[in-house]
């Protein structure tokens, strides 16, 4: 059964770069074509997609969030990492990764990690 | 961009079927997907392409879509179906509804 697993720093000061990291068990992050994605939760609020990769390191980013996000992939490692900068208080959220499904015209997620409180705090 | 509107809350009474809409401009002609979220926890793909169940998603849970809305119905509802419920959707991006607090009465 696939497992995803965030982790990563809890705490971030403002303008400074966030860094997570999701380990992928119980599969391959090369085998089946799936994308590999970012979404986060603000406190008591609805999901934002952030952005994905696939294992060959294409990626795709929310335009909104594109100017400051990363995605890289570590397939060495199983696992897929993000980076945010420039943060402030409104990137406080619980961030989440997920293994995206598609077809030719849509994408959904699942399997979703546990999910990682990120607060933006000096 | 793409928006999608869901009721804040819907009340269902145990046992009796819930219906949660998911409203957006010729949604008919996108793919709608659903997840649960109960509190403290990771969403669940619960509804994929508007109507199919991943496996161990009990036949309770059904999807439809058509014209501006799609909707999902969880017959015989629980008290464990009482959770949050978003759809989604990809416009080029993804993009998520503002989900829907369901209370099982």
């Known amino acids: 059964q696939l497992q995803l697993q965030e982790s990563g720093s809890g705490l971030v000061k403002p303008s400074q770069t966030l860094s997570l990291t999701c380990a992928v068990s119980g599969g391959s992050i090369s085998s089946g074509g799936y994308s590999w994605s970012w979404i986060r939760q603000p406190p008591g609020k609805g999901l934002e997609w952030i952005g994905y990769?696939?294992?060959?390191?294409?990626?795709y980013y929310n335009p909104s969030l594109k100017s400051r996000v990363t995605i890289s992939v570590d397939r060495s490692k199983n696992q897929f990492s993000l980076k945010l900068s420039s943060v402030t208080a409104a990137d406080t959220a619980v961030y989440y990764c997920a293994r995206g499904d598609r077809t030719v015209t849509t994408y959904w997620f699942d399997p979703w990690g546990q999910g990682t409180l990120v607060t933006v705090s000096s | 961009s793409y928006e999608l509107t869901q009721p804040l809350s819907v009340s269902v009474a145990l046992g009796q079927t819930a219906r949660i809409t998911c409203g957006g401009n010729n949604i008919g002609s996108k793919n709608v997907h659903w997840y649960q979220q109960k509190p403290g926890q990771a969403p669940v793909l619960v509804i994929y392409r508007d109507s199919n169940r991943p496996s161990g998603i009990p036949e309770r849970f059904s999807g439809s879509n058509s014209g501006n809305t799609a909707t999902l119905t969880i017959s015989r509802a629980q008290a464990g179906d009482e959770a949050d419920y978003y759809c989604q959707v990809w416009d080029s991006q993804g993009v998520f509804g503002g989900g829907t607090k369901l209370t099982v009465l």
């Open positions: 990769i696939y294992h060959s390191g294409s990626t």
